[in-house]
Antibody, heavy 123, light 110 residues
Framework: QLQLQESGPGLVKPSETLSLTCTVS??????????WGWIRQPPGKGLEWIGS???????YYNPSLKSRVTISVDTSKNQFSLKLSSVTAADTAVYYC???????????????WGQGTLVTVSS | QTVVTQEPSFSVSPGGTVTLTCGLS?????????PSWYQQTPGQAPRTLIY???TRSSGVPDRFSGSILGNKAALTITGAQADDESDYYC??????????FGTGTKVTVL
């Protein structure tokens, strides 16, 4: 059974960089059939796609966040990571990692989700 | 900026049927957007219900179905149960690896 687990600091200061890691178990992050992604949800609000990565390092980012986001992959550890720079209170959210199924080379939908981790931006 | 719109809320009686929709601020939703649907209960991670317009994810009851209705994607719950009370989100694939979530619909069963 595939499992995804987010980890990282729960509190980040304004203007600093938020860093999270997603560890994948029960499956290989190097599978050619999937992308891996990050999604966030501010308290009481809706879901927002942040970006996705392939095991080769190929990435797609939400245009509204692209200037501040870096997603990377470490196949040796079966992990992928998120960095979001210059954070403000508006970046306070539950951050989820997820797997995306590939159809004809396109990552069109999410199929497995992590449980999420709350990151608060505050001094 | 693309906005994917959903009804803010719906109420349905136990055993009843409800249809949620997912539209675009400009333009029509078609199967080419590969709409998918997700269920989220408070404090929990989303769960995948439907992908590629109308394919149920593994283990999803057949009372959930997806379709295109007019110019929108639709999720229909037939024979609603108490544990269907959740938030529901659609996602549209915009091409070039870009995904956009809908605004979400809160469904109450009472």
């Amino acid at each position: 059974q595939l499992q995804l687990q987010e980890s990282g600091p729960g509190l980040v200061k304004p203007s600093e960089t938020l860093s999270l890691t997603c560890t994948v178990s029960g499956g290989s992050i190097s599978s050619s059939s999937y992308y891996w992604g990050w999604i966030r949800q501010p308290p009481g609000k809706g879901l927002e796609w942040i970006g996705s990565i392939y095991y080769s390092g190929s990435t797609y980012y939400n245009p509204s966040l692209k200037s501040r986001v870096t997603i990377s992959v470490d196949t040796s550890k079966n992990q992928f990571s998120l960095k979001l720079s210059s954070v403000t209170a508006a970046d306070t959210a539950v951050y989820y990692c997820a797997r995306l199924a590939l159809w004809f080379g396109e990552p069109r939908e999410f199929d497995y989700w992590g449980q999420g981790t709350l990151v608060t931006v505050s001094s | 900026q693309t906005v994917v719109t959903q009804e803010p809320s719906f109420s349905v009686s136990p055993g009843g049927t409800v249809t949620l929709t997912c539209g675009l601020s400009s333009g029509s939703v078609s199967t080419s957007y590969y709409p998918s649907w997700y269920q989220q209960t408070p404090g929990q991670a989303p769960r995948t219900l439907i992908y590629s317009t109308n394919t149920r994810s593994s283990g999803v009851p057949d009372r959930f179905s997806g379709s295109i209705l007019g110019n929108k994607a639709a999720l229909t719950i037939t024979g609603a149960q108490a544990d269907d009370e959740s938030d529901y989100y659609c996602v549209l694939y915009m091409g070039s690896g870009i995904l956009v979530f809908g605004t979400g619909t809160k469904v109450t069963v009472l």
